[in-house]
């Protein structure tokens, strides 16, 4: 056999090897694509069970909740018992106190205005006295400049 022969010979097992090997790729790349579909699908429906199941737990648990508190309720209405004159008496203790405490606060709001005034007016005078000083130390400075350069002779040419 000649060169080119054996040339023409692989042209063709070439193209047959690309052919083979796209068709086995195209194959490869359809199984992927099922498997791929195939997980998603098992995915999510796990997640809908699980879904269901934490929400019939949530539920379950919130029943519980409500069921304990309903019990803790009763079982304090038991141990306090009262009669309605005590409710009454309690109702007039809770409102005294009440507006003793609002009463205090007032009083305490009143202090801290009178505070932060007194505060603030101390600081006004403050920045005042500042002020006139800078002032005077201003004009102090402006009459030693004015009388050196009243000082200063002019030169003539």
Do not use: C, Y
Not at 117 to 137: A, G, M, N, P, W
Not at 142 to 153: D, R
Request: no cysteine; glycine share 0%; charged share 40%.
């Amino acid at each position: 056999m000649t060169t080119e022969q054996k040339q023409v010979k692989a042209k063709p097992a070439l193209k047959e090897v690309v052919a083979d090997s796209a068709e086995k790729l195209e194959q490869a790349s359809k199984e992927a694509k099922q498997k791929v579909a195939e997980t998603v699908t098992e995915s999510a429906e796990n997640i809908k069970a699980d879904a269901k199941e934490l929400q019939a737990n949530v539920q379950d648990q919130v029943q519980n909740l409500k069921q304990d508190l309903l019990q803790r309720i009763d079982a304090i209405k038991k141990q306090l018992n009262f009669s309605q004159k005590d409710l009454t008496e309690l109702k007039e203790f809770v409102k005294t106190e009440f507006n003793a405490v609002i009463e205090d606060l007032s009083k305490l709001g009143k202090e801290l205005k009178e505070d932060v005034s007194q505060i603030s007016v101390k600081h006004k005078d403050h920045l005042t006295e500042t002020f006139k000083r800078s002032k005077e130390h201003t004009l102090d400075v402006w009459k030693k400049v004015s009388e050196k350069a009243e000082e200063k002779p002019t030169l003539k040419s």
